[in-house]
């Protein structure tokens, strides 16, 4: 397969060394276009392929185009391609925000691909739920379902509306859990534990749990209150997370999450720009 990256930023690089590890490409059939020379000369030294500071030359003769750029960027690499693409190639945008309303007219291209990523695909660990136009052709959702599945999980969805969905849950999810990490760290240094052995236990205690879950087979509340015996430590700490309004504040995290993304995608829809953040 030839590919050809728009921006070889940190997830265009993860995309990048995903594919060539997993053999879907060699990297004189890969391409990627970034305005920035340092990181050009980097992608070339690392992973031997053809770095560009013309978008165009990177999607020329290539059967996908990922458009890797943030989305404050998006509006001059659209002037760039606008009408440039042939019917054939299938585009592939993880820019967080730019819906398939922006993209086809913004391209004049009908065979796209729209994905949420998250970070943890940096280390083939990623989740990406990801949707296509009607014009994608099978053999073109087996190449996006490769390349996605190269930097870990992947799931389609025949409804864009999932991919808000998505980024409330997959995409900002790395922040929440990090967010947590961060806090039980720090409540373990409260009461006394080394930094070094409160990361140790907060890391191994998430990892472990997650685990046991997906192995054991029974459902978080069954692991739950396996911890919890009456009267317990655990319930102790529990009841106060309920009477902090826990689970209540988790849940309009997401849903505000959720509100935002849905906004973003209107937002672009009408034409304004991002101003730069991840998921902006
Ligand atoms: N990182 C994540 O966790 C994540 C998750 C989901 C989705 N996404 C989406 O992935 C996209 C890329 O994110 P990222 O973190 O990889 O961004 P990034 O590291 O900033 O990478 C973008 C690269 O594109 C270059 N660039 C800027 N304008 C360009 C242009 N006109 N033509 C060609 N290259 C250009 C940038 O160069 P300069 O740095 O010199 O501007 C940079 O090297 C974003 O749209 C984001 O929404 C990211």
Do not use: C
């Not at 560009?52 to 003769?61: C, E, P, T, Y």
């Not at 689970?247 to 973003?264: C, E, H, N, P, T």
Request: aromatic share 4%; no cysteine.
């Amino acid at each position: 397969m030839k590919i050809g990256f728009i921006g070889g930023g940190n997830m265009g690089e993860a995309m990048l060394a995903a594919v060539l590890d997993k053999g879907l490409a060699a990297p004189q059939d890969v391409r990627v276009s970034d305005i920035s020379e340092t990181r050009r000369r980097y992608l070339e030294e690392k992973y031997g392929v053809a770095a560009v500071s013309d978008n165009l030359l990177a999607a020329g003769n290539v059967e996908v185009v990922v458009l890797a750029v943030k989305p404050q960027n998006l509006a001059q690499v659209m002037a760039d391609m606008r009408g440039q693409l042939k019917d054939g190639q299938l585009v592939l945008s993880i820019i967080a925000g730019a819906g398939i309303s922006t993209l086809r007219p913004g391209l004049d291209h009908r065979s796209i691909v729209r994905v949420m990523p998250n970070t943890p695909a940096r280390i083939g660990e990623g989740i990406s739920v990801w949707t296509a136009t009607p014009e994608v052709t099978g053999a073109q959702k087996k190449w996006a379902g490769a390349i996605l599945g190269a930097m870990g999980k992947e799931i389609y969805v025949d409804d864009e509306g999932y991919l808000d969905m998505a980024t409330a849950i997959s995409g900002s999810g790395p922040a929440y859990i990090f967010l947590v990490i961060e806090v039980l760290v720090e409540a373990a240094v409260g009461i006394g534990l080394s930094r070094d052995i409160a990361m140790e236990l907060v890391v191994e205690t998430i990892l472990g749990s997650v685990h046991f879950m997906q192995k054991s087979g029974k459902t978080p509340a069954e692991l739950r209150r396996m911890v919890t015996s009456p009267g317990g430590t655990t319930a102790e700490a529990l009841l106060k997370l309920e009477e902090g309004g826990f689970s209540d504040l988790l849940i309009q995290a997401v849903s505000a999450a959720y509100d935002r993304a849905r906004g973003l995608g209107a937002n672009k829809s009408a034409g304004s720009g991002g101003d730069g953040g991840e998921y902006d």
